[in-house]
């Protein structure tokens, strides 16, 4: 079965700097699509960023961005430019492509705090 | 309605009683799934449903049920609550593998 480990439970940043956030996964399988999602206080879900398996290059949204190592099962979301509308719980997330069962995987989250 | 809704919002439930949680989507969406959110757990999955008629266990689904009669709708029912089950309760639904899933407003239930 397919996991998702996020590995550090809280995070701070100062505002305006830049921070990343861990994700590592376990499967057998090559083509999937991995997530992250922020989860503000609000307790709405919101996608961040998507990124496919197949696809080499890191996918980018603004101010955010991954680093996506196949090999190493590691999915990591960089934030540039940390603003205070950024404090959240942020969760990883992993979905099979290919699987009989499609069931959409998440880590425990990653808190987010924004120092002003 | 526009998206996913869930309903109730919050709920305060004796324990042994049974409580439905109700979802549905207007987007057509084939995938559905039902969450459970608890403090230092993250999302856990209960159910899944990948298209009308067909059903599928999740991480987490002793003490749960649910249904998929048609695509709009996947009710989550608790068949005799227990406070182990106090938590926040999310419906997603997803038009594919290659999309995101759309999530609900969340439905905190408290067992007592």
């Known amino acids: 079965a397919q996991t998702v480990t996020q590995s550090q439970p809280e995070m701070s940043v100062q505002e305006a700097e830049t921070v990343t956030l861990s994700c590592t996964y376990d499967t057998s399988e090559s083509d999937y699509y991995l997530f992250w999602y922020k989860q503000p206080p609000s307790r709405q879900m919101i996608l961040v960023i998507r990124q496919e398996a197949y696809k080499q290059q890191n996918a980018t949204e603004n101010r955010f961005s991954v680093n996506f190592q196949k090999a190493a099962k590691s999915f990591s979301l960089k934030i540039s430019d940390s603003q205070l509308g950024d404090a959240a719980m942020y969760f990883c997330a992993y979905r099979s492509v290919n699987s009989r069962d499609d069931k959409i995987i998440f880590g425990k989250g990653t808190r987010l705090h924004i120092l002003p | 309605i526009a998206g996913i809704t869930q309903a109730p919002t919050s709920q305060i439930l004796a324990a042994g009683r049974r409580m439905t949680l109700r979802c549905t989507q207007d987007?057509?969406?084939?995938?559905m799934y039902w969450y459970r959110q608890d403090l230092g757990l993250g999302l856990r999955l209960i159910h899944y449903s990948n298209t009308a008629g067909t059903t599928g266990k999740g991480e987490v689904p002793d003490g749960y049920s649910v249904s998929r009669a048609n695509t709009d709708d996947f009710p989550l029912t608790l068949a005799s609550a227990v406070p182990s089950q106090t938590s926040v309760y999310f419906c997603?639904?997803?038009?594919?593998?290659?999309?995101?899933?759309?999530f609900g407003q969340g439905t905190r239930l408290t067992v007592v």
């Open positions: 997603a639904s997803s038009l594919d593998r290659s999309t995101e899933a759309f």
């Open positions: 987007m057509r969406h084939n995938a």
